[in-house]
């Protein structure tokens, strides 16, 4: 049994090795079979694309755009382009208007700059004060009193002429160490030079000769007239000129010339303080007033015109306008308690000034002590206004003609009867008048 077995399945080892040599040729198989399905699929592939490249009718791939970004300075659609093409078509217009906000924004710039800048008079190595002004105004007067506490504010010595107890003693009421009295009589040339005789051996380097004083600026401050309540020029009399032009004129010229001897030597400042809003005009009932302002406008063209080659002092002239009120009531009631005081009583009537019956609406006072101590230490010359209106009463007291400012001033013509009798016509100032409210709006808006 065993023998035949061996004869049919023959030997164990060959099994193995036949059945090795099939396991090997069907792996073979199958990988030339996964190889020629790949290499198939890749030219099938490759057909495709190359038919797909060459065909017309099939469209080409692009990369997808991202989306465009938005843009943060454009505005409503249209708006910036019509902007654009508007500036190129008007280039004139467009660079006249960048000039003058240009330089609008300069001039702001510059004159708030100066206002920042600190003020204040040179002193001595020790700190004492060397320089001295001469304030020769109505100690009574708002802007006297203004002018004098702010100079000394500012580091000046302050000497106000007076001719009397009473401008003095309103003087030591302000109680400022650098405030002084400086008694002067200008009706008596006896008084007037041994004031000056004083006033300038105070100034004398041998007094002081380690830190002298040197006279800095002599300020004329002259007191407007006041008109009565019928100021025509046929109802003023001989005495009311008289007292006006020696009040308002003779005096201030009278004081200014005994001091000039002692300006030259210092090379000091003269300002000149005066009104030019009503003056400038020449309205009617205010003749005083007028006439006054003329004499004063001669005399600082003669003054300017003598001392004009010899350069030794700076003339400035000061054209005031309307300031705020609020000094004027501050004098006003300093003046009622020392008369009050003099008198022994409260129970005297004094009639406040006008800004206390009406507020006045005008510049801050400010303005003028930043451009008087400019002109002081040099900074200005000429003309220089200040004030609200005064530019503009000025320009139109010069150009315009008298029929329009007549008409302004709401002049009108009535009928009157002559001294002898007749009949002739005269002008009177009417209650208001529309293009006169024009001239404060416009002097308004310059102020601002």
């Known amino acids: 049994m065993s023998d035949q077995n061996k004869d049919s399945f023959g030997s164990i080892e060959d099994l193995l090795s036949y059945l090795s040599a099939v396991e090997t040729t069907v792996e073979n198989e199958v990988e030339r079979i996964a190889d020629s399905l790949d290499a198939l699929t890749d030219r099938m592939s490759a057909s495709l694309r190359s038919a797909m490249g060459e065909s017309a009718w099939f469209p080409q791939s692009k990369p997808i755009a991202p989306p465009p970004s938005p843009d943060p300075l454009a505005g409503p659609a249209g708006y910036l382009e019509a902007s654009k093409d508007w500036i190129l078509r008007h280039r004139a217009i467009t660079a006249a208007a960048i000039c003058f906000l240009g330089t609008g924004a300069f001039l702001i710039w510059r004159q708030r700059k100066a206002n920042r800048a600190k003020r204040r008079a040179k002193r001595a190595k020790n700190g004492q004060r060397t320089e001295v002004v001469v304030l020769a105004g109505p100690p009574s007067a708002p802007l006297t009193r203004s002018l004098s506490l702010d100079l000394e504010r500012r580091g000046f010595v302050v000497y106000i002429p007076v001719n009397s107890l009473w401008d003095e003693r309103l003087i030591q009421a302000e109680s400022r160490a650098d405030i002084h009295p400086l008694n002067l009589d200008v009706t008596s040339p006896s008084s007037i030079s041994s004031t000056i005789r004083k006033f300038t051996s105070l100034l004398d380097p041998s007094n002081a000769p380690r830190y002298p004083l040197r006279l800095a600026s002599f300020i004329l401050l002259p007191q407007t007239p006041s008109p009565p309540v019928s100021s025509l020029i046929l109802d003023i009399s001989t005495d009311s000129w008289s007292d006006a032009l020696t009040t308002h004129l003779l005096s201030p010229f009278t004081l200014l ?34 006439v006054v302002a003329g004499g004063m406008d001669a005399y600082i063209s003669t003054l300017r015109r003598e001392t004009a080659s010899s350069d030794l002092v700076n003339i400035v002239r000061f054209k005031l306008g309307a300031f705020d009120d609020a000094s004027d009531r501050e004098a ?36 003028l002590h930043l451009e008087v101590f400019d002109a002081i230490v040099g900074k200005r010359r000429g003309n220089v206004y200040v004030g609200r209106g005064a530019r503009v009463y000025d320009t139109l007291g010069k150009i315009v003609p ?7 001033l709401g002049l009108k013509t009535r009928r009157r009867e002559s001294p002898t009798g007749e009949t002739v016509g005269e002008r009177a100032h009417g209650g208001g008048s529309p293009g006169w409210e024009k001239v404060d709006q416009i002097s308004g808006e310059e102020s601002a």
């Open 257 to 290: 010339q005994a001091f000039l001897p002692l300006l030259f030597s210092h090379k000091a400042s003269i300002l000149f303080l005066t009104p030019i809003n009503t003056p400038s005009l020449s309205p009617p009932q205010h003749a005083l007033e007028n």
């Open 332 to 367: 006003f009631k300093l003046a009622v308690a020392l008369r009050h005081e003099s008198n022994g009583s409260s129970n005297g009537t004094v009639s406040p000034p006008a800004a206390e019956r009406r507020a006045t609406r005008g510049t801050p006072l400010r303005g």
């Open 402 to 408: 008298d029929g329009l400012v007549g008409w302004m």
